[in-house]
């Protein structure tokens, strides 16, 4: 029995394979690597009933994850989020079974974790000892957390927009901190070259290889929570778009394993806003990448990706299952936020909020159907986006006053 | 088998006992009630090896818990928060067997969810419609959420100074929120006075008994994850202490099911902030109350209690476990905050941050020994006080600038 049964990394555009043994970024021809594992021994030797016994965490799945040594693990207790059955609010939508998996509910508060989680697990392998990163906030505090857990130093660079809690937790891990007055594309640009000139490990979305195997790990646990029965519809609010290729990946590993029917995938859905909607628009058009989306802005800042590198890849798991890509409007985002904390009690990020406002309004296109089962996913924590809560004037009141 | 071995209720001061199927406060006499169970009947049916199968949340633990009717249960996925070991801070502390319960990691990021998804699903179950409580800012956000779940209407009177985002959670959650210039003994006069006059559900803290009940699973999930080995020390940030006298409730508790041995118990450590430790006063008095602590003030919001109504229970767990109290300086929490952040990639809040201090210090003066098992408890995420990380000046680049 392997802790890992991590086989190789291979390239989905030009098919070239690399080892996961060293250090790899991208193919030569330029396109994101996909880790692949010997998944035939896999089944034979474990089963997931295994998994009854399994700590409570992504870490149950090692033998699908890429660290081959339990000793490189770097784990704060992330994963197995609450899926949580959401009744009020569904009756609202006139949807009988609406979920959503909480990623909020995880160390550094964003699903980020888990891509920081195993990536940085596996940089330890690798000996990494120095990485920089772009990121709109969440990825950065996540990865700068972790490093130091690893007694890795990291370089961050955010745009001076994001989120300005992501900056103190980046702070406080004792990473090195850069603000850029522009966008993720322009924090990127800076890290490509401090990357090329000092030789460091680059931990950009989808440049090193592993961030996604954390990711995936939402759709193994949805699975299991779900009892191996697959929901219809999932939705994902989609910036870089790790997050759905790895519940693609999930996906199609699960179908070989054998723990899911090979009949029926749900259909996936991309969730963007109307101020940065590069994935939609390619869908739209049917195309199977995106163009670079000029002047994005949204309150969602996760999702303010004006071009992502794993574009054709979100795109191809929307073709394959017949799923969709749909843009909502910030107020419509501000709307559903508010709406999912009344009704159920739970601070969801705009993010995520943006995910339920499409699943009401696919509801009401009858794209689906009242009785279909539905996941929306909530990318992270809405005590991270303070700023996305108007506060109405709240009367002060002096010791010994009254309410009435 | 039933769903909860709920007895009854009584009184740790007169003995009085009551009924949980009415709605209950304090006792005649002024004193808290404490919830009791038919453990021998708990002890012969529920077996801890039932455990294995039962769902990851504080509900697994339902036969000891208040709720008779699993449909009145509130919940978004609560507890079974990560028992992290802290290795590298350990090795610093001289600790070698350093773990942190890390309640951040939970619906609404702090420990005071475990009492508001119990203590709403009772009031829930007791036919509760408005209830009011004061808070220093985390209960009142937790209450707010759970009862906008249980479409329950709740009013929260909060000190101006409370953290800013705890108001942005109760905001969003449709509550009636009002400040008070003011401490949370000032917020408590006055949600006393509405409760009085308009007879709503008075939910302050040990006012309504079942809260207690959400926050002892803090202690049966520890030693479930210890593997039902009992540690030597337990540190807790104390403001009102429910906490801690529910970590020693879930001790007897346990003792009595036979699940722990019945020789030796851990000993117990009420932390304080040197600006308010009304329980160290009066523990280092050998008294078994404590006074009034005037012009309180810590940046550890959550522990500014000048004078805690289940003080006496709390005192009571010190001196039944040969425990002690503890106050520590601004300065020590505040480095705490950050060492734990740098060595452990943990961002905590300044009440876990101050036990961590207590740790060390209390291994200096080897009250602690080096090999003894020991858990710090973090009641909250950092992220929800982003003010106790002082940034330091960070550079902004221009697009297209470098780092050098």
């Keep these: 029995m392997s802790y890992s049964y991590i086989s190789h990394l291979d390239c989905p555009k030009c098919g070239e394979t690399y080892?996961?043994?060293?250090?790899?970024?991208?193919?030569?021809?330029?396109?994101?690597?996909?880790?692949?594992y010997r998944l035939d021994e896999v089944k034979s030797q474990f089963k997931k009933?295994?998994?009854?016994?399994?700590?409570?965490?992504?870490?149950?799945?090692?033998?699908?994850?890429?660290?081959?040594?339990?000793?490189?693990?770097?784990?704060?207790?992330?994963?197995?989020?609450?899926?949580?059955?959401?009744?009020?609010?569904?009756?609202?939508?006139?949807?009988?079974?609406?979920?959503?998996?909480?990623e909020g509910i995880i160390p550094t508060g964003s699903f980020k974790t888990r891509g920081a989680s195993v990536g940085i697990s596996k940089a330890k392998e690798l000996g990494?000892?120095?990485?920089?990163?772009?990121?709109?906030?969440?990825?950065?505090?996540?990865w700068a957390l972790y490093a130091a857990r690893a007694g890795m130093k990291a370089t961050i660079v955010m745009p001076l927009d994001a989120p300005n809690i992501t900056r103190k937790e980046v702070a406080i891990s004792g990473a090195d901190l850069h603000l850029v007055n522009g966008l993720i594309s322009d924090a990127g640009k800076i890290v490509g070259k401090v990357v090329k000139d000092q030789g460091i490990y680059d931990a950009s979305t989808l440049k090193e290889p592993y961030r996604i195997e954390g990711k995936k790990t939402m759709g193994y646990e949805m699975l299991e929570q779900l009892n191996w029965k697959i929901p219809d519809v999932i939705l994902?609010?989609?910036?870089?778009?790790?997050?759905?290729?790895?519940?693609?990946?999930?996906?199609?590993?699960l179908r070989e394993l054998g723990w899911i029917s090979?009949?029926?995938?749900?259909?996936?859905?991309?969730?963007?806003?109307?101020?940065?909607?590069?994935?939609?628009?390619?869908?739209?058009?049917?195309?199977?990448?995106?163009?670079?989306?000029?002047?994005?802005?949204?309150?969602?800042f996760g999702i303010n990706v004006p071009k992502a590198?794993?574009?054709f890849l979100v795109l191809e798991g929307?073709?394959?299952?017949?799923?969709?890509?749909?843009?909502?409007?910030?107020?419509?985002?501000?709307?559903a936020q508010k709406e999912v904390a009344e009704s159920e009690g739970n601070f969801i990020c705009p993010e995520g909020a943006a995910t339920f406002a499409t699943a009401e309004m696919l509801r009401r296109q009858d794209w689906i159907k009242a009785e279909e089962k539905v996941v929306c996913l909530n990318t992270g924590q809405g005590v991270k986006y303070p700023e996305s809560v108007d506060m109405e004037d709240v009367s002060v009141l002096e010791p010994g006053e009254e309410i009435f």
């Design 19 to 36: 080892s996961d043994q060293e250090v790899q970024q991208l193919c030569e021809c330029g396109s994101p690597l996909l880790v692949r």
């Design 236 to 253: 994902y609010p989609t910036g870089g778009g790790v997050g759905l290729i790895g519940i693609y990946k999930a996906l199609l590993e």
């Design 128 to 142: 990494v000892e120095r990485l920089a990163m772009p990121t709109n906030g969440n990825a950065g505090a996540a």
């Design 309 to 311: 590198i794993g574009d």
């Design 262 to 300: 090979a009949e029926k995938f749900p259909r996936l859905v991309a969730v963007q806003a109307e101020g940065c909607a590069p994935i939609v628009k390619a869908w739209e058009e049917g195309k199977s990448e995106s163009a670079f989306w000029e002047n994005s802005k949204t309150s969602a």
């Design 49 to 102: 009933e295994h998994l009854l016994t399994r700590e409570n965490s992504l870490w149950r799945y090692h033998e699908v994850l890429p660290v081959r040594d339990d000793k490189n693990r770097m784990s704060l207790g992330e994963g197995m989020t609450p899926l949580v059955k959401m009744n009020a609010l569904g009756e609202k939508m006139d949807l009988s079974h609406l979920y959503m998996k909480d």
């Design 318 to 335: 929307l073709y394959k299952t017949e799923g969709c890509a749909v843009a909502v409007s910030e107020a419509e985002i501000s709307r």
